[in-house]
């Protein structure tokens, strides 16, 4: 069974860094694209970027280049989104999914991680 | 960046068809997906390449595209399919960069 399991809700005050997770398992990690996905409070989902976990080939959404940054770890089959200093603004569930890549859809999808960014 | 237009909400009574319209500059080029969400649940793929079920997803579900415009049909409307709807596609003047629609949430009158 595929699995994408991403670690748990984040409680962080603005300014702080924060790295969260997304293990995958059931299928061959290096071979699928990992993405990022932003759902903020009542609102609609948006790709942030994109991740191939077997050359570390990352592609960014202009929304999101250079507000965050995504890694992956192959050997531990893990993807990673990472915050440099959070905002209010970055207060968001994030899910990441994986795909085969371009014009294929995002087969399986994590169970999502809540961020929630308060003074 | 590639732009994905879908209403806010659409209604329909118990056992009558949903038509979720994505509007795309000739999206008819494109593959089209499709995700259900339900409140408080990460989604879940209901229609890929435009047209094709993933298993277990019922044939009540169904997709077309073409021209500037896909949709999803959800026939024989049951209260459970009540949820938002996101379309989604590639663009493919940047490779690998992905777009949602703004999500369409189905009620079930």
């Known amino acids: 069974e595929v699995q994408l399991v991403q670690s748990g809700a984040e409680v962080k005050k603005p300014g702080e860094s924060l790295k969260i997770s997304c293990k995958g398992s059931g299928y061959s990690f290096t071979t699928y694209w990992i993405g990022w996905v932003r759902q903020m409070p009542g609102k609609g989902l948006e790709w942030m970027g994109i991740i191939y976990p077997g050359d570390s080939d990352t592609r960014y959404s202009p929304s999101f280049q250079g507000q965050v940054t995504i890694s992956a770890d192959k050997s531990i089959n893990t993807a990673y989104l990472e915050w440099s200093s959070l905002t209010a603004s970055d207060t968001a569930m994030y899910y990441c999914?994986?795909?085969?890549?371009?014009?294929?859809?995002?087969?399986?999808w994590g169970q999502g991680t809540l961020v929630t960014v308060s003074s | 960046s590639y732009v994905l237009t879908q209403p806010p909400s659409v209604s329909v009574a118990p056992g009558k068809t949903a038509s979720i319209p994505c509007a795309g500059y000739n999206i008819g080029s494109k593959s089209v997906h499709w995700y259900q969400q339900k409140p408080g649940q990460a989604p879940v793929l209901v229609i890929f390449y435009d047209s094709d079920r993933p298993s277990g997803i019922p044939e009540r579900f169904s997709g077309s595209n073409s021209a500037n415009t896909a949709t999803l049909t959800i026939s024989r409307v049951e209260a459970g399919d009540e949820a938002d709807y996101y379309c989604?596609?590639?663009?493919?003047?940047?490779?690998?960069?992905?777009?949602f629609g703004g999500g369409t949430q189905l009620t079930v009158l």
């Open positions: 999914a994986n795909t085969r890549g371009a014009a294929r859809p995002f087969d399986n």
């Open positions: 989604q596609a590639w663009d493919s003047s940047s490779d690998h960069y992905a777009a």
